[in-house]
């Protein structure tokens, strides 16, 4: 066979690598450490082993099997259970993705303000009202632009997302060295046993759903199953890969800020500023100045943008797709003569500015911030409820459909590993509904409790309405006497 013409495999290390730059930023090390302090090591072991893995090959399985239909979750559940849990599932997804829309537009912001001033007073140069307007309108430039930048953000999210893991690696391997050669004081102290035994509380297990959050995508390498070589034994290999390198770098990583963070007492902005404040006391303990801080800005900047345009992309995808044209109105639906979704841009302009009015009754820019990035870990984990709920039902029905890789032969073992991750996403995302933010029972925890009531329910909630208003539009459709 001609060399031009015979099929281009990809290998599964390097899948592994593919799927672990959309998995792991440095970000996902910051959020956890402040709601959990050095305990969350403890929290990522556990997680790797009984939650991320079991996740991870279980999405092969489901890759593997619906791989020619397209890969992606609302097509997995409406070949393994249904066309109304496939529209459910599409739903579900397009509605996670909104606040973490929010939340990066809002580091977009964070990471340019500390780009150009170089330290923490983004506050004493914009109020929190301005934040809310700037991070709207950097998410309406974005929808407005959407289809000049698209094919430039594609080269900026593998630069950005490259460069964003070669710094969460430089700074396990440089805090490493420093604290192997003698030179680094442990902030955290006393650096023992007890600072790694979690507090089994309310707050604990409520926090723990952005650890789900934060491991979310492995999902994403289904779709490459067909380009390897051989899926069946290297697929589950890639996953495995992965889940030893995100447990590398989420329990190194942890042990990192650990060094330069008391762990006891954290700052109150750590989820906001605390990359930043990484990098700036590397940097300065290795006798850089302030360059790797600089860096890490330029490279979070690149990276959020980039992150930007694929969600907004991703968000237009979502709702026409697989059996959104039945249990959705086709206004919707309707692309303009460019073939852009200009209904489905201006719903998700809509919610968006919906959420940014919500944290605007916060009483600051870090409390904004917080809530949004909070929000992420109630609604994906209930997302990725689905990816559980589509495994039980194909290994119910195992015998209907062929799967090239399976995740443990033993049929009622597998279901059961099934219901375990579907409860413990569930329950982590029940939990999280639960502020984080301010004494229990206080004023602001229960405005952040009806914050997380009210977006919830109108996120997924509007999922509901849209069936409804379809159906309207049918019935006056066949009830409209033809001209």
């Known amino acids: 066979m001609d060399k031009d013409l015979a099929p281009h495999y990809i290998k599964w290390p390097t899948l592994a690598l593919l799927t672990f730059v959309t998995v792991i930023g440095f970000e996902d090390l910051v959020y956890p450490f402040q709601n959990q302090g050095l305990a969350v090591v403890f929290s990522w072991i556990f997680m790797v082993v009984a939650y991320v893995l079991p996740y991870e090959l279980i999405s092969a399985q489901m890759g593997s099997t619906f791989s020619e239909a397209g890969g992606g979750l609302a097509t997995w559940s409406r070949h393994a259970i249904g066309d109304a849990a496939g529209y459910w599932t599409g739903w579900m997804f397009w509605a996670s993705l909104l606040p973490y829309l929010v939340d990066v537009a809002n580091s977009v912001i964070v990471s340019l303000s500390w780009l150009i001033l170089g330290n923490n007073t983004l506050d004493k140069y914009m109020t929190d009202k301005m934040f809310g307007i700037f991070t709207f309108a950097v998410i309406l430039i974005f929808l407005l632009t959407q289809n000049l930048v698209q094919h430039s953000m594609e080269f900026m999210s593998m630069l950005g997302g490259a460069a964003m893991f070669i710094m969460t690696i430089l700074f396990v391997l440089m805090t490493g060295a420093g604290v192997a050669a003698g030179g680094f004081h442990i902030a955290t102290q006393p650096f023992d046993w007890s600072a790694f035994i979690p507090k089994f509380d309310t707050h604990y297990f409520a926090t723990t759903g952005l650890l789900i959050f934060a491991v979310s995508g492995a999902e994403l390498g289904a779709a490459y199953i067909t380009k390897m070589r051989d899926p069946k034994h290297e697929f589950p290999k890639s996953m495995i890969m992965l889940a030893c390198m995100s447990g590398f770098l989420t329990v190194f990583g942890s042990l990192a800020m650990g060094v330069f963070f008391n762990a006891h007492h954290l700052p109150d902005d750590l989820k906001m500023n605390g990359a930043f ?59 303009n003569k460019f073939g852009r979704p200009i209904h489905s841009y201006v719903l998700t302009a809509g919610i968006c500015l919906f959420l940014l009015l919500l944290s605007g009754t916060l009483p600051s820019i870090n409390s904004i911030f917080n809530w949004l990035l909070n929000l992420n870990g109630i609604v994906t984990p209930y997302k990725s409820c689905w990816v559980f709920a589509g495994f039980i039902a194909l290994r119910l029905h195992e015998e209907k459909f062929n799967s090239p890789f399976v995740f443990i032969k033993h049929r009622w073992l597998a279901i059961l590993i099934g219901a375990w991750g579907f409860s413990f996403a569930f329950v982590c995302a029940s939990l999280g509904v639960l502020p984080q933010e301010g004494a229990v029972f206080s004023g602001i925890w229960f405005h952040q409790l009806f914050l997380n009531i009210i977006s919830v329910g109108v996120l997924f909630g509007l999922g509901g309405v849209m069936p409804l208003l379809a159906k309207i539009g049918q019935h006056e459709e066949a009830t409209t006497p033809v001209e």
């Open 277 to 335: 404040y990484a990098f700036e006391r590397l940097s300065a303990a290795w006798g850089l100045g302030k360059f790797l801080l600089y860096v890490y800005s330029a490279v979070s900047l690149t990276y959020m943008l980039a992150q930007l345009a694929v969600l907004i992309d991703a968000s237009s995808r979502v709702l026409a797709v697989d059996t959104s044209a039945r249990f959705m109105p086709k206004w919707l639906l309707r692309k």
